[in-house]
Each structure stands twice: as C-alpha cells, then as structure tokens.
C-alpha cells in the first residue's frame, strides 16, 4: 500500500476537524466482505459539552451513533480505515477528497472542488421551508431528527432534507394516481419509520386526506417503538405490524412502498404489487446482485464487465431497466429517477410505477425489448420474471 497517500489523507482530514471545515467523511467497501459492518459516517455536531464526532455506525440492519472527543475520534478513523475499509471520503467545505484502494493494494489520492458548504451554524439557527414542518412535531422529536426546541440536529440535517425531498418526489404522484377515499398504503420494510411517518403526516395533514397506512418491519423493537411514536403523534390510521415484503398480511393495497430492499426483496415488493393491481408503486432499489451473478458477456460490451465496479454499476442499470419494462408490460406507466444527490446518501435511485386504466400497450414491443436485453448481457431470467411467470 502507498502509505504515504494515507498519510496525506489522514493530514488533511485532521486539519479539516480541527478547523471545523468538515461537512462528512465515508468509510466504504469494507475489508472483511463477511462483516455486517457496511460503512462508519462522520460528521461533526455541536453538544452541550462543546464540539464532538459523531460516528454513525451502519450495518446491514441497524444503525448506531456514538459521539467522541475530536482526538479519540482520529485515532478511531484511523483504527478503521487500517484494519476494517478500504475507502474513504471527505467533503468539506474548501476541497473534497476520496482515497481509494485498487484491487491490487494500490492507493490513489484524488482530490476536487467542494461540492457542498457547511450550514449556516452548528445550532440550525436557520431554517429552510420544507414541507414538513419541525415546529410541535412530535414524531421528527423522537426520532431524534430534531430536539427539544424544534431544531433539526446537525447530524440529522441530511436525514430531514431526504424526507422532504422524498415528499416533494412522491407528491404530483398521488395527485396524478387513481386513487379511492380512504386508501391504503403498505410501506414495507419502514425500517425506524422516518419516510413512512413523513408520508403520513404530508398526506393527512398538508394534504388532509382520509388514508390508511401500514408500516411493514420483522424487526420487533422497531415495529414497537413506531407504534408507539405514532400514537403519541395521534396518528391515529398509521400502524406497524410484524412481517416480511412476502408474507406480510394485508387485506387490501392501494400504495406500495419498498424502499432499499435488498437485491430480489425489491422484485418481491413489485410482484405483490402488481398481483394487487396496486395504483402506486414506489421502490428504492438496493443491491443488484441476482442479475450480476447471472452475466455472460460474450460480446463487445465484455470488457464493459471485467472491471468490478463496471460491472456492479452494468447490474443495477439493467436489473432496474428490466424492472420498469415489466411493470409497464402489466400496465404501469414508470419513471426511474434519482431519489436524492449522492452527497446525502448512496442509495440514490427511485422507481415509480403509476397503474394507468385501459393503456395501449405494445406488450410484444416490451418482451421484444427484455429478451434483447438479457441477451446482449447473457442473462438467462429476471427474478421478478420468474415470480410473475412471464
């Protein structure tokens, strides 16, 4: 390894803590592929006892936040990019810089222009107009998106502009959608509840519509302490029930919702969907690996393929373009769009499937257009394929 491109990394990072110029920093693509541990997320945030780091730990079913002095923090980077990542990146607000291990061992320093600036203050003294309100909410309060004074956290402003961006997304969608009174929305895998509690509250409250919604989530503590969120909330049509994408039991399904299920959960949400004659479906993709698996290039495009990342990027291409030919195959008119910029999380890409009564569909175009496809890449079937036994 090329110490010394670390070396000048972990400089400069030390120099942005210290000046307070950091915005984040992402350690990435861990080491030990068996690890639930998927990336640490730095920030820093303002506390009662002054200045700390603030690490978000994810791994691949919870998240957890823990706060350090800014020099026991260094030495924790440290620790991590040595034994646990591979990748790291900073954004700051003079100069961003990401450090990357090839394959082979070799270290490359990039650096370039600042794509984003700190807030205003570390306190949120100034507040955009979102669509979601902070003042007197309670659900935002305790999950811990703002505190006692109404005021987004530092270390959550990235999870508050994510849901009003979600919210500004979704909305022309259900003004747009055929949708009954009092229709049911089944949001599955609502993980800590921030989208699903966002979308109640934008619906019913700035909307003022009758709904029903139900947070699907097998994660029994979760599943309770939302519960418990929403009826101190008084949202009084919004439950969480235990259950999975597959299994979950609901009477009926206006609105499906699946947002980062994992590689095939996503086809899974999308086939209950369309099996429900669903009016919305919404999926945030996440993972690709059943198509990725299955490539065969024997063509052109085969050297497209034999870089990893290429490869990992060529998957969610055509596992999300097959996806949308599909449900438009069964009557659903798509857009596939980017759910909100990179520097606010990885997970970037929506899909969304609005059922349109009495389409003219060229079905023989589509199955035309899949098979061509999945042969240029030598893909022998789509999971979701499978599940609706095209």
Known sequence: MNNNQIIIFLDRLESFIYNKELIKLILSNRKDKSSD???????????????????????????????????????????????????????????????????????????????LQPLATFNHNHVKERLIKTDGNVYLRELGIINAEWEVRREMGDKFRQINRYIELLSPYFNEAELKENFHIADMG?????????LYDYLTINQKKNIKMTGVEFRDDLVKKCNTIAENANFNNLKFIKGTIEKAELEELDVLIALHACDTATDEAIYRGIKAEASLIVCAPCCHKQIRKEFNVTNELSYVVSHGILKERQAEIITDSLRALIMELFGYKTKVFEFISTEHTQKN??????????????????????????????????????????
């Open 190 to 198: 609502s993980g800590k509840g921030y989208l699903t509690f966002a």
């Open 349 to 390: 890409l929506m899909i969304v499937g609005r059922k349109v009564e009495n389409a003219n569909i060229d079905k023989s175009m589509i199955l035309r257009n899949i098979s061509a496809i999945k042969n240029l890449y030598g893909v022998n079937k789509h999971y979701l394929e499978t599940l609706l036994e095209i």
């Open 37 to 115: 541990l998927k990336n640490i997320i730095v920030t820093i945030v303002k506390l009662k006892v002054g200045y700390r780091l603030s690490f978000v730990y994810r791994h691949d079913t919870n998240d957890i936040t823990k706060n350090y002095e800014f020099e026991e923090g260094i030495i924790l980077i440290k620790e991590a990019l040595n034994t646990k990542f591979h990748n790291a990146e900073i954004t700051s607000s003079s100069e961003n810089l990401s450090l990357v291990t090839n394959p082979n061992g070799k270290v490359k320093l990039k650096r370039s222009e600042p794509t």
